[in-house]
Each structure stands twice: as structure tokens, then as C-alpha cells.
């Protein structure tokens, strides 16, 4: 008979697979349909076209906000923040999950710094043509559910921390359109990447982990 343990890891690692596939799918489409036509992707440029004429009228205090979330969503303050988690991890000897917190954000940033200049897409403001996908929120939402799968404890506790970072997920990626530097496809998908990524890191390492463990035992 299994164990209560075995049984709740198996349920975990099943919505894992579920969540990768699901944002994988997403974010593989949302690639393809890009890459066909980057001015005007079918079935996508009618729909960035219609939200870039909503969020071009935002309110001075919306435009504002973004401005202050690009800063925070940057490199010069992303990067020393997944560096301080690696290192509390590290600290705590939380080694599985230090393993899942850099390949997460390895994996992410490959694939980010690869599509850009590969699909070539012209920003909406026109300043470059680095559009696909948006690096803040393939980061925002690599380092959300990355903190949050870090959340131990009971399940009221990791519901408010997937809220949150739900929450910080859709503001900087509202954010980037909102200022004009990427289209609405691009933010979602840079969205799908990121979180797929630290799902699908943490099923990774919790596999190859308890691969290990049955193997010693």
C-alpha cells in the first residue's frame, strides 16, 4: 500500500505535467503563429491591434505604475534577487530547490534570449525588434511561481501565495503593453514561458529526486 507521502506526490507531480503541458502548448502556438507573420501573426494581430488602442488611452497614474514596475522588473533588480534566493537556498541547504530556482531561470532565459533575434519582431513603439516574448514577464512570472512553489505549510497558505504572485504576474505584463514596448501576445507569452518553466523545473528535479531515493532505498 502507498504511503499518504507517495500519494500526495503523485498528485503533485500529476497537476505539474498537466501545468507544463498546458503553458508549454500555449507558449509553443503563440511562437509559431508569431514566427509566420511577426507584423501581423494570424489569428494574434487583430487582437494586439485592438488591446494596443485600449491601453494607449490609460490614465497618467496607470502609465506612471508601469513605469515603476518596468524599473523594478529589470535586470539590475531581478538578477540580484534570484542571486539573494539562490543564496538563502543555499543557506538553508534547501538543495532541490536550489536546483529547481536555477534551472528555471536558466532554461528561461535561453529560450527568451534565442526567440528574440531569431523571430525578429518589431516592437510596437518601434524602437527595436526584440518584441517576442517580453523579457519582464517571462521574468515576473519565473520568479512568482518560483517564490511560490518555495511556500511550505498548509494549503490556505500556498493559494495566497499563488495569488500573489498571480497578481504580480498580470501587473507587469498589463504593464508592458501599457507603455507601448510589446504587444499583448508577447507578454502572454512571456508570461507562459516563465511560469512553465518553474513548474516544470520543480517536476524535473522532485522526479530526479525521488528517482534517487528509491535508488538508495
Known amino acids: 500500500m502507498e504511503t499518504d507521502d507517495r500519494i500526495r ?7 505539474s505535467i498537466v ?24 489569428l494574434l494581430g487583430g487582437i494586439d491591434r485592438a488591446w494596443r488602442g485600449l491601453v494607449l488611452d490609460a490614465p497618467a497614474w496607470a502609465e506612471a505604475l508601469s513605469e515603476w514596475l518596468k524599473t523594478l522588473g ?12 539562490g543564496l538563502w537556498l543555499l543557506a538553508r541547504r534547501r538543495y532541490a530547490a536550489l536546483a529547481t530556482w536555477l534551472l528555471a531561470w536558466a532554461v528561461a532565459d535561453v529560450v527568451t534570449f534565442g526567440l528574440k533575434p531569431g523571430i525578429g519582431r518589431l516592437r510596437p513603439d518601434g524602437v527595436s525588434a526584440s518584441s517576442f516574448p517580453s523579457g519582464h514577464a517571462k521574468t515576473a512570472a519565473q520568479v512568482a511561481v518560483g517564490l511560490a512553489l518555495l511556500v511550505a505549510g498548509s494549503w490556505r497558505r500556498r493559494a495566497a501565495a499563488l495569488t500573489l504572485a ?3 504576474i ?21 508570461s507562459m514561458l516563465g511560469a512553465a518553466c518553474a513548474v516544470g523545473s520543480a517536476w524535473i528535479v522532485g522526479r530526479a529526486v525521488e528517482r534517487h531515493r528509491e535508488g538508495a532505498a
Do not use: K, N, Q
Open 19 to 42: 501545468g507544463v503541458s498546458v503553458l508549454g502548448a500555449g507558449f509553443a502556438v503563440l511562437a509559431v503563429l508569431v514566427a509566420l507573420e511577426p507584423p501581423d501573426p494570424p
Open 170 to 190: 498580470v501587473a507587469m505584463a498589463v504593464s508592458r503593453t501599457v507603455l507601448d514596448e510589446h504587444w499583448l501576445s508577447d507578454v502572454v507569452a512571456g
Open 9 to 15: 506526490s503523485r498528485r503533485t507531480a500529476a497537476r
Open 166 to 168: 498571480l497578481t504580480w
Open 74 to 85: 529589470a535586470g539590475l533588480v531581478m538578477v540580484p534577487l534570484r542571486i539573494g534566493v
